[in-house]
C-alpha cells in the first residue's frame, strides 16, 4: 500500500478552468501538506494542516484552497487556474509538526501531481 | 530570512567512487536538518534527519554531518552505484510553533555511471 498516494498524476486543463487534486495517507500522521514544486525545482510550502486544522498558510493566491475532511485527507481545491499555476503540487505527510519532535518531524512525500496549464 | 544553498548543482561520477554533496544555510538557528531524494517521477524520499544537537547521521552507505556554526551540511555516499542516482535535496527546519516548516534547497542531480 501506498503510504501517501495522490491524485491524479498528471492533470492538464485550460486556463479558468477549477480542479481538484486530492490526496490520503494512510500513515495515521497527524500533519499533511501541500508544496509546490516550480521550473527551477524549488519546492514551498503552501499550507499545512495538523488534525485537521490548518497551521501554516503561506502567501498563495486565494484561488487555492485547501480542504481537510479528515486528518488522512488533505484536498487542494484551485480555482480560474492561471498558466503559472503550471507545477509539480506534492502532498506530504508527518507525525507531527514540532522543533522538539525530533524523527516524528520526518515527512512522508507523495509521488506528485503534474499540473500544466494551457 | 533563512535560505538554503546546494553546490554542485549537478554531478557526474563513476560508479564505485566516494562522493560529497554540499548543503549550506545562511541562519545557523535551525532545530533539524534533513535530506532527501527525487526520483523522476516519483516523489521524494528522506534519507537523514540530523537533530539540532547532533552533528551525524549514518544509513548505510550514507552519511550526513551537520556543522551549524558554519552553517554547512554534508551527505558522504560511499562506493557509490547507478540506483544512486537522483536529485539530492537538503532542507533545514526553521521557525517556532505554528510556523515550524522546511526549508528547501534547489537539489544537486546525481549521475552514477557504470
Avoid at chain 1, 487555492?64 to 503559472?84: Q, V, W
Avoid at chain 1, 507531527?96 to 518531524?105: E, I, R, V
Avoid at chain 2, 540530523?50 to 551525524?56: A, F, G, L, V, Y
Wanted: proline share 4%; glycine share 6%.
Amino acid at each position: 500500500d501506498t503510504a501517501v498516494s495522490q491524485t491524479p498524476k498528471y492533470l492538464v486543463t485550460q486556463m479558468g478552468n477549477d480542479k481538484s487534486i486530492k490526496c490520503e495517507q494512510n500513515l495515521g500522521h497527524d500533519t499533511m501538506y501541500w508544496y509546490k514544486q516550480d521550473s527551477k525545482k524549488f519546492l514551498k510550502i503552501m499550507f499545512s494542516y495538523n488534525n485537521k486544522e490548518l497551521i501554516i498558510n503561506e502567501t498563495v493566491p486565494n484561488r487555492f484552497s485547501p480542504k481537510s475532511p479528515d486528518k488522512a485527507h488533505l484536498n487542494l481545491h484551485i480555482n480560474s487556474l492561471e498558466l503559472g499555476d503550471s507545477a509539480v503540487y506534492f502532498c506530504a505527510s508527518s507525525q507531527t509538526l514540532s522543533k522538539d519532535a525530533g524523527t516524528k518531524n520526518i515527512q512522508y512525500f507523495g509521488a506528485g501531481t503534474r499540473l500544466s496549464v494551457l | 530570512k533563512q535560505e538554503v544553498t546546494q553546490i554542485p548543482a549537478a554531478l557526474s561520477v563513476p560508479e564505485g567512487e566516494n562522493l560529497v554533496l554540499n548543503c549550506s544555510f545562511t541562519d545557523s538557528a535551525i532545530y533539524n536538518l534533513q535530506w532527501f531524494r527525487q526520483d523522476p517521477g516519483k516523489g521524494l524520499t528522506s534519507l537523514l534527519l540530523i537533530q539540532s544537537s547532533q552533528r551525524e547521521q549514518t544509513s548505510g552507505r550514507l552519511n550526513a554531518s551537520l556543522d551549524k556554526s558554519s552553517g554547512r551540511s554534508t551527505l558522504y555516499i560511499a562506493a557509490s552505484q547507478p540506483g544512486d542516482s537522483a536529485t539530492y535535496l537538503c532542507a533545514v527546519y526553521r521557525g517556532r510553533d505554528s510556523n515550524y516548516q522546511l526549508i528547501w534547497g534547489a537539489g544537486t542531480k546525481l549521475i552514477i555511471k557504470p
